[in-house]
Nanobody, 126 residues
């Protein structure tokens, strides 16, 4: 059974940092593209960052480029999203996702991902 479990969310002031983790079980992580998406209140789910180890591709949404970093530890079956210089507009539920067969042009597309976590809340507020 495949499970993705996010953790590390919480309340942080603008300019602060958070480190989100996603523990993955039931998959051989190195064979999968991994991504983070988010959904703000009243909005649709949007792409944040993705890493495809097979192609060596790592991409970010323009809104988080230079502030967020996605990384993975295949040995620990974990994917990390380090978020720095957080802004009010980063407030959202953050989801991790995994895709077994994907090309670079699909990395930003939700429909390309096979497995999803339940999400973790990030609130940026003073």
């Amino acid at each position: 059974q495949v499970q993705l479990v996010e953790s590390g969310g919480g309340l942080v002031q603008p300019g602060g940092s958070l480190r989100l983790s996603c523990a993955v079980s039931g998959l051989t992580l190195r064979r999968y593209a991994l991504a983070w998406f988010r959904q703000a209140p009243g909005k649709g789910r949007e792409f944040v960052a993705a890493n495809n180890q097979r192609s060596g591709s790592t991409i970010y949404a323009d809104s988080v480029k230079g502030r967020f970093t996605i990384s993975r530890d295949n040995a620990k079956n974990t994917v990390i999203l380090q978020m720095n210089n957080l802004k009010d507009e980063d407030t959202a539920v953050y989801y991790c996702a995994a895709a077994g067969s994907i090309i670079v042009s699909q990395l930003r597309s939700q429909s390309a991902y096979d497995y999803w976590g339940q999400g973790t809340q990030v609130t940026v507020s003073s």
